[in-house]
């Protein structure tokens, strides 16, 4: 599995209209979690649609150094098909070097949740983004059966993990809504006997909760009335430890939070349509496609369907004329990597968007609350960070000079940035356009064969 570091100064300029049909790449969080689940059955998981993006290539790499074994080939449709044969709950072994977790938050903190099962010393590492991200708030859960995590200051990697000897079942109340955290402690806890519990503030995405249903594994969710113990809208979720689990097939959707970012592109350019086969609609990952939609947004839904436990469906989409609205802070963990694109929208729309509850977006690949700010008012867009909200000022990008935003490592603000150059009278560029080979790889020819102008260039051509 291979991964690539070098930067990549990229421009972006005004796109007449988009239009055909694209195949956006698989969904990253399940493709970790198919990765995941396959190298803890025993016999052979077949995935379709798995995201070749590095962050899910660092979760392969990691599960072979466990001693799963991960192939990859090409299907009778000439398309790639990943195999993955599992060692079993409780199967890996030591893995033989530190283990780096390039850009992936989720890989860093889901393998966190399963190494803390393993009574064998790891450790972890990433890229700088990586780095500077808070690793505590799954160490501190995943420390009560008695793993131990030695970690930098704040909490930081590179961290080693020396997992417990007698995995238990767990009882966690997050304080946050954040699958990473909800899935380390439900990957820790399937290694041990009895049942495994974790409550969050309101629910974030269940594609662990999914994906487990589907290996067959004993999953109950309840989200609490009015009344609550903890309050009401608190979402529990509880599984039954060291299931026996086989390998399955697993035909991985179009994320869409990478659909995300043609969506948007679609809803600006003028003239634009497009039609977006097989993306993942789940409800706790459209919270952007239900924004955009009370902002005047045409996104049609067609075919709706089932894949793997995950609802999916074609999308189809027409430039539309969008409103600011008020996006309140219930909204934020259904779209929480989607607000940088939300923020590009907004800054075309008619009047003024504001986003609330967006703490968690300061934790992210980079700041990206204050990457947002930043970057769109050096676009000629006003936009005030303020707290935990966003407020941005549509009416278009008034800039009359070319800009290069600088990206920190960060996929979705290099994305963002990119689609606004569609729309902008002068180029966009990012100082780095490497990131998105994370999660999106292809975008800029995606793009321009709908019609856009992406264009890598030398660093000392950048304006
Ligand atoms: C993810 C969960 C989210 C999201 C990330 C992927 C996952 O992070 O931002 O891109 O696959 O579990 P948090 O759990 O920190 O909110």
């Known amino acids: ?203 974030s995405r269940d594609h662990t909760e999914r994906m487990f249903r589907h290996f067959g594994v004993d999953v109950r969710t309840e989200t609490a009335s009015e009344g609550g113990k903890n309050g009401p809208g608190r979402y529990k979720v509880t599984v039954l430890g060291q299931p026996e689990l086989s390998g399955r097939a697993i035909n991985v959707p179009a994320d869409p939070s990478s659909a995300a970012f043609l969506v948007v592109s679609a809803l600006l350019v003028p003239g634009s349509k497009l039609f977006l086969p097989n993306v993942g609609i789940n409800p706790l990952r459209i919270g952007l496609f239900d924004t955009l939609q009370e902002m005047g947004a045409d996104i049609v839904y067609k075919n709706k369907r089932e894949e793997a436990g995950e609802p999916v469906a074609d999308l189809e989409v027409r430039a539309s004329r969008l409103k600011g609205i008020c996006v309140p802070a219930a909204r934020a963990p259904s779209m929480i990597d989607e607000y940088p694109i939300l923020a590009v929208a907004a800054a075309c729309a008619d009047g003024e968007t504001r986003m609330e509850g967006l703490a968690e977006l300061k934790v992210k690949e980079s700041d990206r609350l204050a990457a947002m700010s930043q970057g769109l008012q050096a676009c000629g867009v006003s936009a005030v960070a303020e707290g935990d909200s966003l407020t941005v000022c549509g009416g278009g990008p008034k800039g009359n000079a070319p800009v290069t935003i600088p990206v920190n490592l960060d996929h979705r603000i290099a994305m963002a940035f990119l689609v606004l150059g569609m729309v902008a009278e002068r180029p966009i560029a990012v100082d780095d356009a490497s990131a998105i080979n994370t999660s999106f790889p292809g975008f800029a020819d995606i793009m321009n064969g709908l019609g856009a102008t992406i264009e890598a260039v030398n660093r000392k051509d950048l304006p």
Not at 105 to 132: C, N, Q, V
Not at 177 to 201: D, I
């Open 1 to 203: 599995m291979s991964h690539s570091a070098i930067s990549q100064p990229t421009v972006s300029s005004k796109a007449k209209s988009l239009t055909g049909q694209a195949f956006v790449p698989g969904d990253k969080s399940i493709s970790h979690r198919a990765l995941i689940m396959g190298a803890l059955a025993v016999g052979e998981t077949t995935i379709t649609g798995l995201l070749t993006g590095e962050d899910v290539l660092r979760t392969a790499t990691v599960m072979q150094a466990l001693g799963a074994k991960v192939e990859q080939r090409t299907g009778a449709d000439g398309k790639p098909t990943f195999h993955v044969w599992g060692r079993g709950i409780g199967g890996f072994s030591e893995p033989a070097d530190v283990l780096d977790m390039g850009n992936s938050g989720t890989s860093a903190r889901l393998i966190a949740g399963l190494l803390s099962a393993y009574p064998f010393t790891s450790f972890m590492t990433g890229d700088a983004s990586l780095r500077r991200r808070p690793m505590d708030r799954v160490t501190k859960p995943l420390s009560q059966t008695g793993a131990k995590f030695v970690t930098r200051a704040g909490g930081r990697l590179p961290m080693a993990v020396t997992g417990t000897p007698m995995p238990m079942a767990l009882h966690y109340d997050s304080p946050i809504a954040s699958a990473q955290v909800k899935s380390a402690v439900l990957l820790a806890g399937l290694h041990g006997p009895g049942l495994t519990t974790v409550t969050e503030p309101a629910a």
